[in-house]
């Protein structure tokens, strides 16, 4: 599956919050999105899953517009966790999962033993079952997180776009959830807030900047000290972890680096 976005420009009202950003992520690619608050990351996801219409631009699914496909069939091609987590009614963490199935469904068809299998195996891999009959509305912010995670491994799409997934969360889930992902083999988009974890994780990385995907690369051509600057205004020293072979970074405050 191979996702292409195309000078995609959206803006809420006069905001100009994405302009002119084009991208593509290759089957099998795990893509991610970084750069400061504000930078236009979620809009630009969100007109990728079809939560808000763009302005300007093209998005194609192996070359199909995804923009006039059925709801349903673009769902069963890619699942979401998005940033906003309230539900304005009150179900149960098994509820929320089992909502993943419904693209394979038909209307008010029942649960099948094998969607009840799929639900029950997306909750143990991120060891919420002893939660299934809980209320979603009374989870913290990182057991909802998971939740929400499990709901999209039960969609079963093998396109998985991701906002910030493990924003809420402490470092072995956030550790846990991404070599999780990382083990389905499946293509990933995400935006991702903290840089060690895009430099463990991604195979390329798109930078943004107010509304403009600014650079592009493997987190060797992108995550340097002097473009980390550029776009956060932070001084930094990055290493290769001789463990991991991937980038580490240490932030350096202004008092050190002078
Ligand atoms: P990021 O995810 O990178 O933090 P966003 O895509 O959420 O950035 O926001 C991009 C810009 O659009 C920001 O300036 C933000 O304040 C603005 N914005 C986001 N959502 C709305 C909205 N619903 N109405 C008006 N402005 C918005
Ligand atoms: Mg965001």
Redo the contacts with the bound molecule.
């Keep these: 599956m191979r996702l292409q976005v195309e000078n995609l420009s959206y803006n809420?009202?006069t905001?100009e919050?994405?302009k002119q950003a084009s991208l593509h992520v290759d089957a099998g690619e795990f893509v991610g999105i970084i750069?400061?608050?504000?930078?236009?990351?979620?809009?630009?996801l969100?007109n990728i899953y079809r939560g808000l219409a763009p302005d300007q631009g093209k998005i194609l699914l192996d070359g199909e517009d995804l923009l006039s496909m059925p709801y349903r069939r673009s769902a069963l091609k890619l699942a979401v966790v998005g940033?906003e987590n309230e539900v304005p009614f009150d179900f149960t963490v098994e509820e929320m999962v089992a909502m993943g199935r419904s693209p394979h469904k038909k209307l008010f068809e029942i649960d099948t033993p094998k969607d009840k299998k799929i639900v029950r195996h997306a909750l143990e891999h991120m060891g919420m079952e002893q939660m299934a009959k809980r209320s979603y509305r009374f989870l913290s912010g990182g057991e909802k997180q998971r939740v929400l995670i499990a709901r999209a491994i039960a969609q079963e799409s093998d396109f998985l776009i991701l906002?910030?997934p493990t924003n809420h969360l402490d470092i072995s889930y956030q550790i846990q959830i991404f070599d999780f992902i990382k083990r389905l083999r499946v293509t990933v988009l995400s935006?991702i807030h903290d840089l060690n974890m895009a430099a463990l994780y991604c195979d390329r990385l798109y930078v943004?900047k107010q509304?403009r995907i600014l650079m592009e690369g493997t987190p060797e051509q992108v995550l340097t000290p002097e473009k980390i600057y550029e776009v956060y205004g932070v001084r930094s020293t990055v290493l290769k972890n001789p463990l991991t072979g991937k980038l580490s970074i240490t932030f350096l405050p202004e008092a050190i680096s002078a």
């Design positions: 809420y009202g905001k919050a994405v750069g400061p608050n504000g930078s236009g990351k979620s809009t630009v969100k940033q906002d910030e935006a943004m509304g």
